[in-house]
Nanobody
Framework: VQLVESGGGLVQAGGSLRLSCAASGFTFDDYAIGWFRQAPGKEREGVSCISSSDGSTYYADSVKGRFTISKDNAKKMVYLQMNSLKPEDTAVYYC??????????????????WGQGTQVTVSS
């Protein structure tokens, strides 16, 4: 199983970034993909996930209305479009493969395989 994130960078507050997660080494259609983030000195936080069964999407309250998760099954890619970025969105963002359920976006233990992360920095 391999998950590789890309697309991070430095952006001003109010700006946008699109993160990508490239998956390989497993049956992509069988697993949900989640995005998590971890800021220095803070616990890892679930951001969003997209289910494998019907493509349902779920978001943490802190990003609802600003972030959009999507996937391309043919390319085995998952994307996180991040708009109206805030300094508090600064973190390392990780994608992970596992199980995505409503109200359980923050359950990192539902995800067994993780990427190496990509840094997102939002300046004020």
């Amino acid at each position: 199983v391999q998950l590789v994130e890309s697309g991070g960078g430095l952006v001003q507050a109010g700006g946008s970034l699109r993160l990508s997660c490239a998956a390989s080494g497993f049956t992509f259609d069988d697993y949900a993909i989640g995005w998590f983030r971890q800021a220095p000195g803070k616990e890892r936080e679930g951001v969003s996930c997209i289910s494998s069964s019907d493509g349902s999407t779920y978001y943490a309250d802190s990003v609802k209305g600003r972030f959009t998760i999507s996937k391309d099954n043919a390319k085995k890619m998952v994307y996180l479009q991040m708009n109206s970025l805030k300094p508090e969105d600064t973190a390392v963002y990780y994608c992970a493969a596992g199980v995505c359920l409503k109200d359980y976006v923050n359950r990192a233990d539902f995800f067994g395989s993780w990427g190496q992360g990509t840094q997102v920095t939002v300046s004020s």
